[in-house]
């Protein structure tokens, strides 16, 4: 599990560290202070050889723009990583484990480096120019520092008008998964996961089962089932028949998503951006014992935001009524320009919602 996670020059983060983290992290704060941002930092962190993350968290924030002027592509995918634009400034990101190792990645934009050509006598005209500034005509770098201090390099550029990443993104040393706050059916890929964990022969499916108990009572078995050439996950509530889980509420296909990626990142880590969304608050105290729940089980640490009181609440509740209190709550302040964060263990969270002290 990360210990504590340092960020500099990245989205909205100068220089930032978070310090304390548990197994269960829940992150609040201010519109745009940064909770999103946060996230994205620990994925580019835990996916270290993949520079292809880059896009992907782009895409979560809605930026799904990749035909047209490549200038104005590269301009959303890699000026915007930068604080302030500063793309001159090297974004630099760590962790500290709890098992005492550390983790780097060092992020530049770079020019390229080409040969100068002679074009005397060749018959070509000699006025062809690029811009100053082209960014089509620059490379993404990642440095990646493990544990031992080895490092290795990858890149991210243009080649015949395309994106590419080289040399091939390598394997993370995490499990991970993000889940965006853009609500969406992850059918098909839930179906996928569920269906690797039953084919695992473990016990993941009885224990996701006791999890959503704990929201649906009445659950009693879940089975993949083929329909029209899509699979879905059905569930059986005690009815004649069984039911698509997408029929029991948006409460529950965002719980079902939460958990099974839990349990697909055993030993890793699960982020989730807005993570009430689609959960009334009646059930926030269930939908968190199954979370902690899970993530003891699967050994999986999660980090999730929230703009929701209720959702804070909901989770110190479950977390009082549980063996560990492993769980913290982090609120994010910006204060003029600089972002710091304030932790709460149960004593001190406990004091301030007695205080009615705002936490959010």
């Not at 290795?152 to 008008?161: D, H, I, L, Y």
């Not at 948006?250 to 890793?268: H, N, P, Q, T």
């Not at 769980?327 to 009615?356: G, P």
Request: proline content about 2%; overall charge negative; glycine content about 6%.
């Amino acid at each position: 599990m990360f210990k504590s996670i340092s960020i500099k020059n990245f989205r909205c983060f100068k220089d930032f560290s978070i310090d304390s983290l548990n197994r269960v992290n829940l992150i609040a704060g201010k519109n745009g202070v940064g909770k999103t941002a946060l996230l994205e930092a620990i994925f580019l962190l835990i996916g270290v050889g993949n520079l292809g993350l880059v896009g992907k968290i782009s895409h979560l924030r809605g930026i799904r723009e990749t035909k047209g002027d490549l200038q104005f592509m590269l301009e959303l995918l890699w000026t915007l990583l930068f604080y302030k634009l500063k793309v001159d400034k090297k974004i630099n990101i760590s962790s500290e484990l709890y098992e005492g190792t550390t983790h780097h990645i060092e992020l530049s934009l770079k020019p390229v480096t080409a040969q100068k050509l002679d074009l005397e006598n060749s018959g070509m005209e000699s006025d062809i120019q690029i811009r100053a500034g082209d960014l089509s005509n620059q490379v993404l770098n990642l440095i990646y520092t493990d544990p031992s201090g080895k490092d290795s390099t990858f890149e991210m550029k243009v080649v015949n008008g395309e994106l590419v990443v080289v040399p091939v993104p390598t394997l993370s040393p995490f499990a991970a998964y993000f889940l965006s706050a853009q609500k969406s059916l992850l059918i098909e890929e839930d179906t996928s996961i569920f269906s690797r964990l039953v084919k695992s022969k473990k016990t993941y499916i009885k224990d996701l089962l006791e999890a959503l108990k704990l929201v649906e009572p009445r659950l009693e078995n879940l089975a993949a089932v083929q329909s029209g050439g899509v699979s879905i996950i059905y569930g059986d509530i005690g009815l004649d028949q069984m039911l698509p889980l997408s029929l029991m509420g948006d409460g529950m296909i965002r719980l079902v998503s939460i958990l099974l990626r839990i349990a697909d990142a055993s030993g890793g880590i699960v982020l989730i951006d807005e993570i009430e969304n689609g959960i009334h608050h009646s059930i926030l105290d269930d939908v968190w014992r199954a979370i902690g729940k899970a993530a003891n089980i699967f050994n999986t640490q999660v980090f999730a935001t929230t703009h929701s009181y209720d959702c804070i609440l909901a989770a110190h509740h479950a977390y009082e009524k549980s063996e560990n209190y492993d769980f913290r709550l982090h609120r994010l302040d910006r204060i003029n320009e600089k972002i710091d964060v304030v932790t709460y263990n149960q004593e001190t969270l406990t004091n301030a919602i007695k205080a009615d002290f705002e936490v959010r």
